[in-house]
C-alpha cells in the first residue's frame, strides 16, 4: 500500500517558536474516551483491525504476573507462534504496573494502571509508514502543533532520520539522536529494535528554567507521547544481532498522558475521567486537591488504587495473599488506609469502584456486566481490612514503643513478619507507615522469615521462553498449522496426519511401543479447555493402533492427541481414523451440561455477585469453584441441588448458536473469566434458564443427565468456594456404595439395614452401662491398691506426706486416690504414680495446711516428670504430668521423698 506522506507545509516555518507563544495551547481538550475512539477509528480506516483489549491476566505467559505493556498480549504474534487475526492491529489494552506500588501518590507523575494505544504490524507495514501515519494523528486528527513536536532516533538509525527529516520535513535541529538506553527495546534474546519517539514542548509553565532545558530533560516540560518500535533484529542473548525475516512495529501511547497534552493539564491525576473520580475522594473526605502536600498524596493514592482494584477484579482476580491476587490485596488496604488518613467515615471502596464503572464503562463495557461483583468483592475486603487494621496498627504502635525504648531506628524481621502473617499487613503498608516517622524495617530478617515459601515458590517456577510459556516442543511447529475440531456432532472423523513428536523433538513417524503425540489436520477429540478435561479413545490405520491418553490444546489452533502406539507403525501424512471413547465422552457431557445449570441455580440461590472462578468436568464428576464469601448454609446447598434436579427433569433442551460477542452479550449470555473469545461465540442455551459462551461439549437435552448430587462445598481460597458434585452413573454409584456401607455396618452389628439405627442405639446403650461397670471396676481396684501404701506414710515438719506407685490406675484414678488419701491423713502431701498401657501418670496434691509450709505440687511435678520422660506442672494443690518411660518410675517416686524434706524443711 503506497503511503501520502503529509505536506511539508505542516511544518514549514513552525521554527521553535517562542515560549510566549507556545503557552498558547489551542488544541481542542478532548476526553480520555474521545481519544481513545479517535485513535481506533483512525487505524481502522488504514486497514488495521481493532481488536479489543485483552484481559489483565497474561494468557499462557508465567514471565508476566499482570499485563504491563499493549504488546504484552501479542507476544505470540510477534514471535509467530500464532497467526494475528489480521497483519495489521491496532488496540487501546489496559495494563497495570506494580513495581514500585509504595512511591504511587507521592508525585503525580505515575499511576498503577494506564491504557495504552498502539498500532501493530505483523511483517507488513514498516518505518516509513509507522512514522507517517503518528505524525498524521497527532497533528491532523488530534490537532496537536506541529512545531511543539519533536522527534529523537536511535543513534545508529539513519533510516529512521531520513524519513522525520525528508518526507516529514522537521529540520535536523529539531531530530533527537540517543544512545540505546533511551532509544533501544530488547528485553533478553529475541526480537528487538531501534525506537523513534515524539515528544510534545507543554511549554514553559511547566519547566525547569534552566537555558539548556530541551528534549531528554527530567522536567515536565517535553513529554514523550508516543514510541514507535521498529522491531528488526533478533538478538542471541550474547549481544550478537542478525535481522528479521519479519520485520514488525509496535508502538505504544499512553492514553492518560495523550490527554494530558490535549487537556494542558498538569498530571495524569487531572485529565478528565480521573480529575472526576478524584474529585469523588475529595467529597467523600471533605477535602480540595493540591491545597496541602499530605492531603494530595493519600487522594492520589485512593484515586488511583481504586481504579486497578475495579479493573482488576472485572477480570476475575480475587483478594490473596499471593501472585497477582496479593498485589490486588496490597493495593486495596493501602486504599483503605490512606481513605482513614483522609477522614472519609465508614467503608467508602465500593461507592468508588461505582464511579470508576460509570467513567470508563464506554471503553470496557464488561465493567458495568460485572459490577456486582466488583462492589461485593470490594465491600467484603474492606470488611475484613477494617476489622485487622486497628489492632494491627495498635501492634506496631507498641513495637515503635519498644524500639524508642531501645534506641533502635529498625523494626525487626521477625515483627514484621509477625505483622504481615498474624495481621494482614502487606510489608509495603508496615514500611509506609515507618517512613512516615522516619523508621525502617529488617528486610533482610523478614526475607529470611519467609524463606520457606520463597523456596516453595522457586521450586514450583516454571522454565520459560521469551514469550513467558513453557518450554516444550510444540513451539517448534509451525504456526501456520491448524486442527479444525469436528467433534460436535460426531465421535470419529477420518483425516491426515500433519505433525508427530516425541516428548523431545518433532518426528517424522512413531512406531510400536513409542510415547508421543499425533496431530491432525481435523479431529473429534476435544482437548482440555475451559475446565472440560479432554478425550480419550484410539487413532488407526489398516496396521497400526494408538491409545489416545490426553487430548489437549496447543498454541495456534492445534490439538495434540498425546499417548502411545500400542502396534505398527504411524507416518506423517498418513491418513488416520481417529475414535473417541463414547461412553467416557457422554459422561463428560452430562457432567459439563450440569456445571451450567449449577452455575445459574448458584446464582439464583446465592446472589448475582456468584461467578465461575473454576471448573474441572470428566467423566466421573464435576468440580465448580466460584466467587462468593461465605460457606453456604445446609438450606442453601439443598435449594440450589434441587433447583438443578428441577431443571434436569424439566428435559430442558440443549441448544447451541454461533454469534458475534456483542450479540452475545446481547442475549444476556454469560461470559467466563480467563477465558479469550474470538469476534464469533458459540453461545449453549438451556431452554431459557441458561445461557452461557462455551465452546465445550454438552448433552442434547437435559433429561439425559438424568440426577445431581452436590457431595461437598468448601473454601479453597478468599471469597472463592467449591463445590463437588455428582450425575447420572455417578450418583446411583454413590448410593450403591452407601448401601454398601450400610449393608456391611448391619452384617458386623447382627441386625437387619431398617433396624440399623435402633441396633446402633441398643449398643451404644451397652456400651454407656460396661462404661460405668468399668469405672466402678477400676475404683475398687485403685482403693484396694491405696490400702497397701498407707503405710508408707511419713512425716516431715508436722505434714503426712505420701510417696508411692500402682499399677493400672489411669490419672481420673490416681486423683480420686489423692482426693481420699488426704481426707485420711489431714495436712499431707500426696505424689502417686502409676504405668498403664506402657504410659506413665505421675499425680500430686497438696491440703492448704502442707502448702503454708511450703508444699506446691506444681514445683514437686516439674522436679520428678524427668525421670519417667516426661513433663508436665500445674498449681500448688494439684498437679500431673504424663510419661513414656515405666521404669524410672521407681526413681521418681524416691526423687519426689527429696523434694517433699526440702520443700518443707
Not at 482513614?340 to 460509570?358: H, N, P, Q, Y
Not at 446472589?607 to 473454576?614: F, K
Not at 427433569?649 to 444476556?668: F, H, Q
Request: with cysteine; hydrophobic share 35%; proline share 2%.
Amino acid at each position: 500500500m503506497a503511503v501520502q506522506a503529509p505536506s511539508a507545509e505542516i511544518y514549514a516555518d513552525a521554527g521553535h517558536g517562542t515560549d510566549s507563544q507556545l503557552e498558547e495551547n489551542t488544541v481542542k481538550k478532548y476526553g480520555v474516551n474521545e481519544l481513545r475512539r479517535m485513535f481506533l477509528e483512525f487505524f481502522e480506516s488504514k486497514g488495521h483491525l481493532a481488536m479489543k483489549s485483552f484481559s489483565l491476566v497474561p494468557h499462557n505467559d508465567n514471565s508476566l504476573l499482570l499485563i504491563n505493556s499493549g504488546m504484552a498480549p501479542l507476544k505470540p504474534y510477534f514471535t509467530g507462534q500464532e497467526i494475528p487475526p489480521r497483519r495489521r492491529v491496532c488496540t487501546c489494552q489496559k495494563c497495570i504496573r506494580t513495581g514500585d506500588i509504595e512511591n504511587i501518590g507521592k508525585t503525580a507523575r505515575h499511576g498503577t494502571f494506564f491504557e495504552m494505544l498502539g498500532n501493530f504490524s505483523f511483517g507488513d507495514y514498516f518505518k516509513k509508514e509507522a512514522v507517517t501515519w503518528s505524525w498524521e494523528f497527532l497533528t491532523e486528527v488530534v490537532g496537536l502543533e506541529a512545531d511543539r513536536l519533536y522527534p529523537s532516533v536511535y543513534e545508529d538509525d539513519d533510516e529512521a532520520y531520513a524519513l522525520w527529516r525528508d518526507m516529514i520535513g522537521i529540520p535536523e535541529d529539531r531530530i533527537f539522536r540517543f544512545g540505546k538506553e533511551d532509544n533501544f527495546w530488547e528485553h533478553g534474546s529475541g526480537p528487538c529494535g531501534p525506537c523513534s519517539e515524539i515528544y510534545y514542548d507543554r511549554g514553559e509553565k511547566y519547566g525547569c528554567g534552566r537555558p539548556d532545558c530541551t528534549v531528554g530533560c527530567e522536567c515536565d516540560r517535553y513529554i514523550e507521547v508516543w514510541n514507535n518500535v521498529f522491531t528488526q533484529f533478533d538478538n542471541d542473548g550474547h549481544g550478537h544481532y542478525s535481522e528479521l525475516e519479519q520485520k514488525n512495529i509496535d508502538t505504544g501511547m499512553g492514553l492518560e498522558r495523550l490527554a494530558v497534552v490535549v487537556q494542558d493539564v498538569d498530571s495524569l491525576f487531572t485529565v478528565d475521567t480521573n480529575k472526576a473520580l478524584l474529585d469523588r475522594v475529595c467529597e467523600l473526605a471533605h477535602t480540595e486537591y493540591q491545597k496541602d502536600h499530605e492531603t494530595d498524596v493519600s487522594l492520589r493514592i485512593v484515586t488511583d488504587h481504586i481504579k486497578s482494584c475495579t479493573f482488576m477484579i472485572s477480570d476475575g482476580i480475587m483478594p490473596s495473599n499471593e501472585g497477582r491476587g496479593y498485589v490486588l490485596r496490597r493495593l486495596l488496604r493501602r486504599a483503605a488506609r490512606h481513605g482513614r488518613i483522609l477522614g472519609i467515615e465508614g467503608k467508602f471502596l465500593a461507592s468508588l469502584s461505582e464511579t470508576v464503572i460509570a467513567l470508563s464503562k464506554d471503553g470496557y463495557p464488561e465493567l458495568e456486566e460485572k459490577k456486582a461483583m466488583i462492589v461485593k468483592v470490594l465491600s467484603e475486603e474492606e470488611d475484613k481490612f477494617n476489622r485487622t487494621i486497628d489492632q494491627g496498627l495498635a501492634i506496631l504502635a507498641e513495637m515503635e514503643e519498644e524500639m524508642k525504648a531501645a534506641g533502635v531506628t529498625q523494626l525487626s524481621g521477625e515483627n514484621t513478619f509477625k505483622l504481615y502473617d498474624t495481621y494482614g499487613f502487606p510489608v509495603d503498608l508496615t514500611r509506609e507507615i515507618l517512613e512516615e516517622k522516619g523508621l525502617t524495617l529488617d528486610e533482610d530478617g523478614f526475607k529470611t522469615c519467609m524463606e520457606e515459601q520463597r523456596d516453595k515458590a522457586r521450586k514450583a517456577r516454571k522454565t520459560t521462553n521469551y514469550m513467558g510459556a513453557d518450554v516444550t516442543v510444540y513451539q517448534s511447529i509451525d504456526p501456520a498449522l491448524t486442527t479444525r475440531f469436528v467433534g460436535y456432532d460426531s465421535l470419529s472423523a477420518a483425516s491426515v496426519i500433519s505433525v508427530l513428536t516425541t516428548e523431545e523433538e518433532i518426528v517424522e513417524a512413531l512406531a510400536d511401543g513409542d510415547r508421543g503425540t499425533i496431530i491432525t489436520e481435523e479431529t473429534p477429540f476435544y482437548g482440555t479447555m475451559g475446565g472440560q478435561e479432554g478425550d480419550i479413545g484410539e487413532i488407526t490405520t489398516a496396521t497400526a493402533r494408538f491409545r489416545v491418553e490426553e487430548t489437549v490444546k496447543l498454541q495456534g489452533g492445534k490439538t495434540g492427541h498425546i499417548g502411545r502406539v500400542t502396534a505398527g507403525m504411524f507416518s506423517v501424512g498418513e491418513q488416520v481414523t481417529l475414535s473417541v471413547d463414547g461412553t467416557r465422552r457422554s459422561l463428560t457431557c452430562k457432567n459439563h451440561s450440569a456445571t451450567h445449570l449449577l452455575h445459574k441455580a448458584l446464582r439464583t440461590v446465592l446472589g448475582t455477585h456468584v461467578e465461575q472462578a473454576g471448573s474441572l468436568v470428566n467423566a466421573d464428576r464435576l468440580r465448580f469453584d466460584f466467587t462468593h464469601f461465605s460457606a453456604m448454609t445446609p438450606e442453601e446447598i439443598r435449594s440450589v441441588e434441587e433447583t438443578v434436579n428441577r431443571e434436569i427433569a424439566a428435559a430442558l433442551p440443549v441448544e447451541t448458536e454461533i454469534m458475534s460477542i456483542e450479540e452475545a452479550r446481547k442475549t444476556g449470555a454469560m461470559a467466563l473469566f480467563g477465558e479469550k473469545y474470538g469476534e464469533e461465540v458459540r453461545v449453549v442455551s438451556m431452554g431459557d434458564f441458561s445461557r452461557e459462551l462455551c465452546g465445550g461439549t454438552h448433552v442434547n437435552n437435559t433429561g439425559v443427565i438424568t440426577r445431581f448430587k452436590i457431595l461437598s462445598e468448601a473454601g479453597i481460597a478468599a471469597n472463592v468456594r467449591r463445590i463437588e458434585a455428582l450425575t447420572d452413573q455417578g450418583v446411583f454409584a454413590y448410593y450403591e456404595e452407601l448401601e454398601k456401607e450400610l449393608h456391611g455396618l448391619a452384617q458386623q452389628t447382627r441386625s437387619d439395614v431398617h433396624q440399623l439405627p435402633k441396633r446402633i442405639e441398643s449398643m451404644q446403650e451397652e456400651l454407656r452401662a460396661l462404661k460405668t461397670e468399668n469405672e466402678k471396676l477400676r475404683g475398687k481396684l485403685a482403693k484396694d491398691a491405696a490400702k497397701d501404701v498407707v503405710s508408707r506414710v511419713r512425716e516431715i515438719n508436722g505434714v503426712k506426706v505420701l510417696a508411692a506407685s500402682m499399677d493400672g490406675v489411669d490419672m481420673n484414678g490416681l486423683r480420686n486416690l489423692g482426693d481420699d488419701m488426704k481426707a485420711k491423713l489431714g495436712d499431707s502431701v500426696v505424689v502417686l504414680a502409676s504405668a498403664v498401657d506402657g504410659k506413665v501418670n505421675l499425680m500430686a496434691t497438696a491440703t492448704e495446711g502442707a502448702m503454708a509450709k511450703g508444699a506446691h505440687a506444681g514445683n514437686l511435678i516439674k522436679a520428678v516428670a524427668a525421670l519417667v520422660g516426661g513433663g508436665g506442672g500445674g498449681r500448688p494443690n494439684m498437679a500431673q504430668a504424663g510419661g513414656k518411660n515405666p521404669a524410672g518410675i521407681k526413681d521418681a517416686v524416691e526423687k519426689a521423698w527429696e523434694v517433699c524434706e526440702e520443700q518443707l524443711s
